[in-house]
């Protein structure tokens, strides 16, 4: 059972490049969501699906684009990485509103 | 707003030693409260889920309760152990700005110690 799979598990970014962070789930949940975790900050919403084939904007979605082709895939995009988005990436889903959330293993990222 | 705030912040303990952590939240319009743990550098496991109807679920030797009323819960660990060192989340579902929001606390980081 892998539940949630995201790649890569860490990535050091040069500034200005582009990115794509992976994530695909194998629940067949409706609902994916991407968040990050900054010390001090906590967990912040960055977008969210509610189900294929539409998205969301969530609390901090600036220099983060997502796309939902399917039920299993929601990849993150940074279209030009800065160094206030080093970050670690937690893909997330759920069934819904009233059933368990699963999150991934987290992709570490440094831009430099 | 919702804000959640979880109490204390850290917490060392030693081995064998009964423990509640707690968590408040501000609006009980909530459709359920769910408590993670994250080991260090590690993702979210889910540990129990309280739908807003409930009072407590159980699992082993964990035992949450929410009280929606006054926007609280708390988890119990019975018979701590090093083992359950770890970072412990809790984290709310609500309907906010056309979609399931799932609010997090800050976190309570748990120490035990042989």
């Known amino acids: 059972i892998a539940g949630i799979t995201q790649a890569p598990t860490s990535q050091i970014l040069a500034a200005g490049r582009r990115m794509t962070l992976r994530c695909t789930q194998d629940m067949r949940h409706n609902a994916m969501y991407w968040y990050r975790q900054d010390l001090g900050l906590g967990l912040r919403l960055i977008h969210y699906s509610n189900t294929a084939g539409t998205t969301g904007k969530g609390e901090v979605p600036d220099g983060y684009s997502v796309s939902r082709a399917n039920t299993d895939d929601f990849p993150l995009t940074l279209a030009s990485a800065v160094p206030s988005q080093t970050s670690v990436y937690f893909c997330?889903?759920?069934?819904?509103?009233?059933?368990?959330?699963?999150f991934g293993q987290g992709t570490r990222l440094t831009v430099v | 707003k919702q804000e959640v705030t979880q109490i204390p912040a850290a917490l060392s303990v030693p081995e064998g030693e009964n423990l509640v952590l707690n968590c408040s939240f501000t609006d009980s319009a909530i459709y359920n409260l769910q408590w993670f743990r994250q080991d260090p550098g590690k993702g979210l496991t889910s540990l129990l889920l309280i739908q807003s109807s409930q009072r407590e679920q159980t699992s082993g030797r964990l035992n949450a309760s929410l009280d929606k009323s006054s926007g609280r819960s708390t988890l119990y660990i019975a018979a701590s152990q090093p083992g359950d060192s770890a970072t412990y989340l809790c984290a709310v579902t609500l309907f906010s700005g056309g979609y399931n929001k799932l609010i997090f606390g800050a976190g309570t980081r748990l120490a035990v110690h042989p």
């Open positions: 997330a889903s759920s069934d819904s509103a009233l059933t368990e959330a699963f």
